[in-house]
């Protein structure tokens, strides 16, 4: 039996840049981290434009190799460190993440996004899983989703396979069931691969499948509508 005769009993779904662009909302949230800054730590700004803050949160992640799974406080150690520098001892990390995160999470989805998560979940079980610290519930799509698995909580990252199989146990189905549905080549599709789930590209520019990355996936999809319209016509609802 080959993985395309296995029937599809629930899928892991990536976030950011598979439901909307991420980009936008980490520029938006910077310049609001900045700005706040600028209106009640000015020093602070001064000695770290968003150029500079970005700098020290690379440079947060290289040095804290621990922390590659968790993002979030990556980026609280790297506002407790632009404080110290300016020999501010005790940063206001609460206020600063609550400014950072409400902008973060406040995203536009690619207009194919919604209604085919409305599709798709009639019908399947869907787990979000991500890297990311996207919050679900702020962006007003938590019910859509059976279950969130993140980076953060899971102790692992994509494309580690682990994290996969933790998906698959939260599911309560054999990886081979399991289509994860992504746009990282390596992320998602590798890392799906390797955990042994089937798998869904969501490949909206189009861009070759990377060959030095092996076998390409499954699906190579340019947008959430496809997928519903491959799932559909591979699942069809029973006439009786």
Not at 15 to 29: E, F, H, K, S
Not at 39 to 50: L, M, S, T, Y
Not at 109 to 131: G, V
Not at 165 to 183: F, K, S, T
Request: aromatic share 6%; charged share 20%.
């Amino acid at each position: 039996m080959t993985p395309g005769d296995v029937r599809i009993l629930a899928l892991t779904l990536d976030l950011d840049d598979t439901l909307w662009p991420v980009l936008p909302a980490l520029q938006r949230a910077d310049q609001a981290v900045d700005a706040w800054l600028w209106q009640h730590h000015p020093d602070v700004a001064r000695a770290w434009p968003i150029a500079a803050m970005r700098e020290l949160r690379d440079q947060v992640a290289a040095e804290r190799l621990d922390l590659a799974h968790d993002f979030t406080t990556q980026r609280q150690l790297t506002m407790q460190h632009a404080f110290a520098a300016c020999g501010i001892a005790a940063a206001p990390i609460e206020a600063l993440w609550e400014i950072y995160f409400a902008a973060r999470n406040s995203v536009e989805l690619y207009p194919d996004s919604l209604p085919a998560l409305e599709r798709i979940t009639a019908r399947w079980p869907l787990a979000s899983l991500t890297n990311g610290n996207a919050d679900l519930q702020r962006i007003g799509l938590h019910t859509h989703f059976a279950h969130h698995i993140c980076a953060r909580d899971s102790g692992v990252a994509k494309p580690d396979p682990r994290i996969f199989l933790a998906a698959a146990e939260r599911l309560g189905v054999a990886p081979a069931q399991i289509l994860h549905v992504g746009d990282d080549p390596v992320m998602d599709v590798v890392g799906a691969r390797d955990a042994g789930l089937r798998t869904a590209w969501i490949n909206r520019d189009g861009q070759p499948w990377p060959a030095e990355l092996g076998a390409p996936p499954e699906l190579d999809l340019r947008d959430m509508t496809a997928l519903a319209d491959w799932l559909d016509a591979q699942h069809p609802v029973s006439s009786k």
